[in-house]
């Protein structure tokens, strides 16, 4: 008998009969994921094609270039990691950190911590500086820690989602050079809905993902390197110790070369391109003053219904704002009522901040007046049969 | 000004104008990606739900139910890696493998060579055994390896996808047993299309690809692993140094925490769950008979035709078959004329296999009689017009 027939019975145990997939409609305004673009679901959909047709390869071009466009940079390492935003996070440490190396990481946020758990993976000396959840840092600070750490990668949070944060980066990327260290930035709830100016911010790695900005599902993880990045990478004395992640490798794919290195999802980066594009099209002007503008009319709203907002207006991300809970309210009957009497789901808060905020997204194709409104209308209409 | 506010002006020199997406029509008969069904591209394109909304919460049990009946384990450990089965290879190492740890890999084709390079990312002491492409391990060389060198682990590909080698199974798991190491299993171009019963075989971790005989598009990578290997997962002295892949934090989203880890790639998951669906509801003793059936008409065809196929009918796989490309014919120039006539995709030969076969995939929604007479009808009218 060939080893390719049946030697065995097959076992019935974990067989059940499932109804074909469908899904609840949802308005998804919470940290994310955000609802795609209908037009990026179509281009999802469509019928596969080889991880080497020179369709495809051409694709790979496109969706390059669009990235570098949306983020503002030049760098040639500009492609999608073939995982969620937190594979391109780890993307960003893997490449460059080595063992014993000092990574600065400003953790003002959930996703600080995440970064330096990380870190501490690849082996590196983390060290830390703290900003209460809702803070910022300031230029005075950064620099005293470069001056002390003497870090060789300091990385930062662009946009918190965790706090609805944003942390201004100018002259950032300025004492870094000066201190002669890489600057990564996490930009996932950044891109495409906030300034973002990765060359004149002198960023060196940044990461984001498919969704939240760019109108996409999640399934991809952008990822950037400029050359000073590069260099770090090239100097290693071992392999990346990941190969999945491994920017050597994925060059030799994405770049002149198409080397094989793992078959791509082909499907998401047909819906990445379709949403690139339309953000592109709509104009990262357009996209940026779009989301602030639905922002402020959430913000205005939610004061006007006397609730707090959590951070400085100063600061405060037109993609994620932090509304505190007022007290006596039942805060997660209120978003389990959301989601099962008008299929919307916003978020609760995460570490420091459970229990105290809800979190309300306005995200790529979701940031639209007519969604502010609803949710507004429902805060203001149901929020007091909430009291405890 | 708010730090959210442009204090550049947007450089539009990466700005171009691209068309809609939308995608050349393709049949996939290569080595993967192949087609995927209808009814999965209808799954894939439902508008997204949040990662821990109670709707997808369910669907993940139902995902990881449908695996288990498709890979015939009881496995609790049985989930989706957020990327491609590279990823899910890669899990599979970086969970169980300690710093100096012995990993013997069994080598008979590319994709034993990828487990080597990646045991080594993770301070494996890596041993190897080899074969030449196109042949399989005997228990006899198995048992003389395990011996000589002791491993923790031994790592080998159920389906070679790079020279269409199907590893015959029985008696290599209890070997391990006895030697007291983990039987780790390749099964991306086995899973619904080749018998396989990981349990029976004592096997204690595999990985697999949602394209290929899933009849997904490429994306997700399905992990699994037993009691056995999550011991030794458990005993480890260091974190996984791999935080996306860390089944330990996995385990925690998954399991019935349900704590966050990353935002999942839903789409991708509802249409894993609509592939495995139609899978299980074709029942997995069909799927491999129907695959056997086509296999064996390309077999016959092609034999027909007076070409070589490159491996023994007792060892040869169903899923892909490696034909050996005739003297005299210009292989390359038959392929590009394939892709851009028919819109056929077939591959070339890897590593030693390069310039020497062609490998023609039958996977999942592609293994279809009509498939089968299509490209065998086109090398019998066309290919004597590749002689050089």
Chains 1, 2 share one sequence.
């Not at 409609?25 to 037009?39: T, W």
């Not at 809702?134 to 060789?152: C, H, M, R, T």
């Not at 300091?154 to 944060?165: D, R």
């Not at 290693?236 to 078959?263: A, C, F, M």
Request: charge should be negative; charged fraction near 20%.
């Amino acid at each position: 008998m060939a080893t390719t027939q049946s030697s065995f019975t097959v076992d019935q145990s974990h067989f059940k009969v499932f109804e074909p997939t469908s899904t609840p409609d949802r308005l998804l305004l919470g940290p994310g994921p955000s609802n795609a673009d209908p037009q990026v679901l179509q281009a999802l959909s469509l019928s596969p094609v080889g991880h080497l047709d020179p369709f495809y390869v051409g694709l790979m071009s496109e969706v390059q270039e669009l990235l570098r466009y949306c983020w503002q940079t030049d760098n040639r390492l500009t492609i999608p990691m073939s995982g969620t935003g937190s594979a391109a996070m780890e993307a960003t440490l893997a490449n460059v950190v080595e063992p014993q190396d000092t990574v600065l990481i400003g953790i003002k946020g959930y996703f600080g911590h995440r970064l330096a758990d990380m870190a501490s993976r690849y082996r590196a000396n983390v060290e830390t500086i703290e900003k209460e959840w809702g803070q910022v840092f300031s230029l005075d600070e950064i620099e005293a820690a470069l001056n002390k750490y003497q870090p060789k990668v300091f990385a930062l949070v662009h946009a918190e989602t965790s706090t609805g944060v944003c942390q201004p980066m100018e002259g950032i990327g300025e004492l870094c050079r000066k201190h002669n260290c890489l600057l990564l930035l996490d930009t996932v709830t950044s891109l495409g809905g906030v300034p973002l100016f990765l060359d004149k911010w002198k960023v060196d790695l940044a990461y984001s993902c498919s969704q939240k900005g760019l109108s996409c599902p999640p399934g991809l993880g952008p990822f950037t390197m400029n050359k000073r990045a590069e260099e770090k990478m090239n100097s290693r004395s071992e392999k990346v110790p990941n190969w999945y992640l491994d920017v050597s490798l994925l060059n030799k794919y994405w770049g002149s070369d198409r080397v094989y290195h793992h078959t791509a999802p082909v499907n998401m980066n047909f819906a990445l391109r379709e949403a690139l594009r339309i953000l592109s099209q709509e104009g990262l002007d357009k996209s940026w003053q779009r989301h602030r503008s639905n922002a402020e009319r959430l913000w205005k709203g939610l004061n006007s219904l006397n609730l707090e907002l959590h951070v400085d207006e100063e600061y405060r991300l037109p993609t994620l704002t932090t509304v505190r809970i007022p007290s006596g309210i039942d805060s997660k009957a209120f978003i389990i009522h959301l989601l099962n009497n008008y299929g919307i789901e916003i978020g609760g808060g995460l570490g420091s901040l459970a229990g105290k905020v809800w979190r309300i997204g306005l995200m790529g194709y979701n940031s639209r007046k007519e969604n502010v409104d609803k949710i507004l209308n429902i805060f203001e209409t149901e929020l007091d049969n909430f009291k405890k």
